[in-house]
């Protein structure tokens, strides 16, 4: 899930600290620090990168994608949080069946996210269904989804929930407490979004 880095469309709450064009920036160096992560597990044949954009228009899309080297990309579309991921499945899943694959989502907030924490989410979804990176908001910088999952239970992670809110995390794993479904925590980070962001981290 990538938003453009547009002068002072991305990154708002960093920018009042450091400036529209420092946010924008930082927002361009960890989109493209995320892409190179994946895109090195890629060329390993461990996963598919499906570039999620929102912030431009198809045609401008396609060409941020070519010039990140990324052969499959679609626009994020309107709506919550929860809504641009449940799109996302609902396009790309035709191909992670076709290939017995899983869905796992990151974002581009994170400067410090490595092959590893990818490679750890592939390990762990073969027991479980679900996999969660919390992050230091209430959220998470990353949720991975089983096959199993996707195909009987694709509404579960995203009802009830005030996405942005500190409680993102705790409701999402409320939603499965009824439900035969095992769930599994990687380590906390931080998500960029504010000059305290940066500092908690150094």
Request: aromatic share 8%; net charge positive; with cysteine.
């Amino acid at each position: 899930m990538a938003k453009w880095h547009a002068y002072g469309r991305c990154k708002n709450r960093l920018s009042k600290d450091i400036g529209k064009i420092s946010s924008a920036n930082v927002q361009r160096k960890m989109t493209d620090h995320t892409v190179s992560v994946a895109k090195f597990l890629e060329k390993k044949g461990l996963i598919d990168i499906s570039l999620a954009i929102s912030g431009l228009g198809f045609k401008k899309s396609k060409r941020w994608s070519n010039e990140l080297g990324i052969k499959n990309f679609n626009l994020q579309g309107r709506g919550c949080l929860g809504e641009k991921m449940r799109r996302q499945i609902l396009i790309n899943k035709k191909i992670s069946f076709a290939k017995k694959r899983n869905i796992i989502f990151i974002g581009t907030d994170l400067p410090d996210i490595c092959h590893m924490d990818l490679l750890n989410t592939i390990t762990k979804l073969k027991n479980n269904d679900l996999i969660l990176g919390p992050s230091n908001d209430g959220g998470y910088w990353l949720i991975a989804f089983s096959e199993r999952l996707l195909s009987n239970y694709l509404y579960l992670p995203f009802i009830n929930i005030k996405w942005g809110g500190e409680n993102v995390l705790k409701q999402t794993i409320k939603n499965f407490s009824s439900m035969d479904l095992k769930h599994e925590f990687l380590h906390k980070k931080i998500d960029i979004d504010t000059i305290n962001d940066i500092e908690k981290r150094e």
